[in-house]
């Protein structure tokens, strides 16, 4: 099971802050062309109450929101500002219950927005609505170019900076990411910016630091929807330290909040199997997956089947994840990375690394791409090819077991004995619980590599940010 926090279908697409903005101008007097409606009583009041300060609200306010600006729109065709909105909410309702179909709306919502009202007289709301759905498509270079347009005429525009830190993320420009991190943190105050900067802080190794901003930002969350997420983000912060018992407290109060939080119930099922209690995590995979069928959840479930030796069951799950794939591929969605990733443990290396080669070509390099790439090639035969992909994903700051682990064991084909040693050792100190397919690997690899020579030099520790708070 991969647990490393990689991009699924969509991580984090800041497409609640892009809504934020486009309420905004949902109100009587905004520049937008039609007028809005008043704010309606009850659960769509709530919503906008929510993504106006960029926080995140339950999916039945969310789908109330979304059922009242239809309504609008189809008296009020002409309304520009409405039909953002519109874009903006079927591209986090996406991300929030994995149906890729909404991105396909969120498109229509978002054009006829900018028919009505063009990028270039000003239509930021909907350029911006755009860069969301390409980053929640994984198209991160387009989404870099919306959201660049709109920070270049409006620089102080705080819903700018959510978007430019995932798409900068997606391409590997982790300076850039903290730029806009650092700049979102200025502009705005509160929980979402803070659990964007903690995403940043843990990109670049600052471990310590990512788990006080998330903690403040449990703290700070509007909205219970938005305390569940911070939480889930603070439980996979304990997980990836190796600490599931942390972790399923994190889980479980998020769980209480928001019964049926999808990240919750696949992040509390990989802090179970790390514990014992497979038969428990089995059953929230399961859930997890009847909430937000992601490939990404179904991957795991199947490898956490796989090592427990129920083969027909991992292989209904992963035909769950070829399907989702090949339905998301309809939307425009690109799930290369967790194709790939799938191809190359479990089926054809090969046309992962092709796959993935076409992903590098596209200028989609993350450390996850980089890992994903040279796994791909040492799966394939091509250790030596491999070997500077590994590195990379690795050297960039992110504290990764998987990604030690598959370092240490492209080194180790490679006749490279002692830096293999010091990488697989790396991934069992990381997260002796990494994966269920692969930390047992890892420790067999050790055994096999033998005890270090007693005149070889120590494995450098991986620097850790000094504490800035």
Known sequence: MKTERVPRIVLGTGAAMVLAGALALCLPGGPGGGGAPPPAPGPVARAETAVRAGAQASLPELAALIGDRERWLR????????????GGAYVERGGRDGDTASYVRAESALKRSLAVWP????????????????????????????AEAVRKEQPRRWQTYPVLIDAYS???????????????????AGGPALSRASLVYRDKGWREDA???????????????????????????????GEPREALGS?????????????????????????????????DYGAALEAQPLPQYALEAGELYESLGLDGDAQTQYAMLRA???????????????????????GDPESAAR????????????????????????????????????????EQGLRSALFAYHRGQIERELGEYGPARRHIEEALRINPYF?????????????ALGEPDADAPSAPRHPERPRSR
């Open 251 to 283: 889980y479980g109060t998020a769980l209480e909040l928001v019964p049926g939080h999808a990240p919750s119930l696949a992040g509390r099922a990989r802090a179970l199997a790390a514990l014992g209690r497979e038969e428990d995590a089995l059953r």
């Open 355 to 394: 796959r993935l080669r076409a992903e590098w070509a596209k200028g989609h390099r993350s450390v996850h791409v980089a890992d994903a790439l040279g796994w791909a090639l040492y799966r394939s035969g091509d250790a030596k090819e491999a070997l500077p992909y590994a590195r990379r994903a690795t």
């Open 170 to 188: 997606g391409l590997g420009d982790y300076v850039s990411a903290g730029r806009a991190a650092d700049r979102l943190r200025k502009l705005r």
């Open 75 to 86: 008296a009020h065709p002409r309304d520009d500002a409405a039909w953002a909105e519109l």
């Open 119 to 146: 990028a270039a007289r000003g239509n930021a709301d909907a350029r911006l609505g755009l860069a969301a759905l390409a980053n929640a498509r994984g198209d991160f270079r387009t989404a870099r170019v919306h």
């Open 211 to 241: 788990s006080a901003l998330a903690y403040d930002a449990v703290a700070l969350a509007g909205t219970p929807a938005e305390k569940a997420a911070c939480l889930a983000r603070l439980g996979d912060l304990a997980w990836e330290r």
């Open 324 to 346: 989702r794939v090949s339905e998301a591929g309809t939307h425009g969605v690109n799930t290369a990375l967790v194709l790939a990733r799938y191809e190359a443990d479990h």
């Open 435 to 447: 994966s269920p397919l692969l930390a047992p690997r890892a420790r067999r690899a050790l055994t």
